[in-house]
């Protein structure tokens, strides 16, 4: 099985930049294995603040580019890892991520980070059928 690291537009470099080692996305064999992406704005490079359904929104947006930068899509996602600062955001998550994956959700966990070291709120990675 052939692993191939995906460049992702607005995502990559602002890896290579801060320094972080890690792929946003990786293809191996018929999965696509997306990082813990970030609420940075593709255009800017500026992290999203305060507003948690803001946040929640665009870091599904850079998930989704992950996945299209793969040659897959949310409708082939099969699991998602959800990481919060805060329990008390899951409502206000399941209200952005339900617009995403209105049909035929994939498996999910959600977890209330207790020790966060980043400066936002939330982070979602996933793997899709490729």
Not at 79 to 103: Q, W
């Amino acid at each position: 099985m052939e692993k191939q690291c995906i460049a992702v537009p607005g995502i990559s470099e602002m890896l290579e930049k801060s320094k972080i080692p890690l792929s946003p996305a990786v293809r191996a064999g018929d999965f696509v294995f997306v990082s813990g992406m970030p609420p940075i704005d593709r255009e800017t490079g500026e992290l999203i603040k305060g507003d948690i359904a803001a946040q929640t929104e665009q870091v599904l947006e850079n998930v989704k580019a992950c996945l299209e930068a793969a040659g897959s899509s949310l409708d082939k996602v099969v699991k998602c890892n959800v990481y919060a600062a805060n329990s008390g955001y899951f409502n206000a998550v399941n209200e952005v991520y339900a617009r995403y994956f209105s049909h035929n959700p994939p498996a999910r966990t959600f977890a209330a980070v207790g020790s966060w070291p980043m400066p936002f709120d939330i982070e979602i990675e996933c793997v899709a059928i490729a």
